[in-house]
């Protein structure tokens, strides 16, 4: 029974790999069009945090949080963003094979519908992962100098990008599954995804409470950057509070996968 069950999740595992394998080699043959672009995206991304910083140098700390503190917000986010981005893509991007039919293609495929689109299009994003990177070393590099962390903090960091990551999916998962009730989900992941993303990118304290409330608990991404901000940077409610928000991102993607199994129940086919 074991042997079985090794040898279908060793089966899976290779034709994934052998999927992104040839997504890769497809998107590379353009070789120049994809350095410029990762390059373009990194100069995108990294020109936000500059006119953030460009204020905050000029006005002072963001209610109590200083400039290394938000820019580590920043990257932290766009680390989990770019993490849940470059494996799962497709889901973000779901609205597209419900209006153009090609969901039906994937159902008749022999693996798991959500199995096949981690494997459609798989991205590779650079430019982000270099700008988050740069951002997060330079915010971590200055709260190291001047004691406010310590190293620990570095493997605390990673297990909250990935953390976050795993929310931030979870989020877009149960977003998407909103389209076989109403198809159109574009202006519904503005809200969900973008605007709340983008929202939680900076400090909570900054939003009243109601919002803030919001962003933690209804639509969680105040879970993925600042949160385990407190703990990491600020030493505020002790370790379980990592603990808390990895149970929390484990619940939330076991009810975003349960919403996505009864709403493929509803789905209709386009030929139908």
Excluded: C
């Excluded at 997504?23 to 590379?28: A, E, K, T």
């Amino acid at each position: 029974m074991r042997s079985g069950i090794l040898t279908s999740s060793l089966a899976a595992a290779r034709l994934y790999f052998l999927l992104i394998r040839a997504s890769i080699r497809s998107r590379m043959q353009y070789k120049f069009n994809f350095v410029l672009s990762s390059l373009l995206a990194a100069l995108i991304q990294i020109s936000d945090f500059l006119i953030l910083a460009i204020v905050m140098n000029k006005f002072g700390a963001m209610r109590g949080w200083s400039l290394y503190e938000v820019g580590y917000l920043f990257a932290v986010m766009t680390l989990s963003k770019t993490l849940y981005r470059t494996f799962a893509n497709e889901v973000h991007n779901l609205e597209k094979y419900l209006v153009g039919g090609e969901l039906d293609q994937l159902l008749t495929r022999p693996v798991p519908i959500l199995f096949a689109l981690f494997t459609q299009n798989f991205r590779l994003l650079p430019g982000e992962f270099i700008q988050g990177g740069f951002v997060l070393g330079w915010a971590m590099n200055g709260m190291l100098r001047s004691g406010q962390i310590g190293w620990i903090a570095l493997p605390y960091t990673l297990l909250a990008v990935g953390t976050g990551a795993v929310i931030l999916f979870a989020i877009g998962l149960a977003t998407a599954t909103v389209g076989f009730w109403i198809t159109r989900i574009t202006e519904l992941q503005n809200i969900t995804e973008d605007a709340a993303r983008t929202a939680a990118q900076y400090p909570l304290v900054l939003y009243p409470g109601w919002l803030k409330s919001i962003l933690l608990f209804v639509i969680p991404v105040g879970l993925v950057s600042y949160a385990p901000s407190l703990f990491i940077l600020r030493g505020e409610y002790g370790g379980w509070l990592l603990a808390a928000i990895g149970g929390a991102a484990l619940i939330v993607l076991a009810a975003s996968l349960q919403f996505w199994r009864y709403g493929l129940t509803k789905y209709q086919s386009t030929g139908s």
